[in-house]
């Protein structure tokens, strides 16, 4: 099993910026590819950015190309989403994902493993 805590969420002003901070436990980080997610209100949750086991290779959502960035730290086993420029649309509860799949996904169904999520919330 592997344990996911997310941290960083909070309340923002439209252009700042926020990090979240995923911690993992209970299996080896190195052999996880991690996603971001998120879940605004009334909607469905939607994928935000994903990054390899490595650190290699990165993908994103359109919406927010440009504005976020994902990494990793595998020697504290941690993976981060910086988040820049926000915008009122990007309120949501932001979840963390882990997969020990071979392909790194940008569907839900491609993780095993969801930490409770972190409110972050933009005011215009």
């Known amino acids: 099993q592997v344990q996911l805590v997310e941290s960083g969420g909070g309340l923002v002003q439209a252009g700042g910026s926020l990090r979240l901070s995923c911690a993992a436990s209970?299996?080896?980080?190195?052999?996880?590819?991690m996603g971001w997610f998120r879940q605004a209100p009334g909607k469905e949750r939607d994928f935000v950015a994903a990054?390899?086991?490595?650190?290699?290779?990165?993908a994103y959502a359109d919406s927010v190309k440009g504005r976020f960035t994902i990494s990793r730290d595998n020697a504290k086993n941690t993976v981060y989403l910086e988040m820049s420029r926000l915008e009122p649309e990007d309120t949501a509860v932001y979840y963390c994902?882990?997969?020990?799949?071979?392909?790194?996904?940008?569907?839900?169904?491609?993780?095993?493993?969801w930490g409770q999520g972190t409110q972050v919330t933009v005011s215009s």
């Open positions: 994902a882990a997969t020990g799949r071979i392909i790194l996904r940008r569907e839900e169904g491609g993780y095993d493993y």
């Open positions: 990054v390899t086991r490595s650190g290699g290779a990165t």
């Open positions: 209970g299996r080896t980080f190195s052999s996880l590819h």
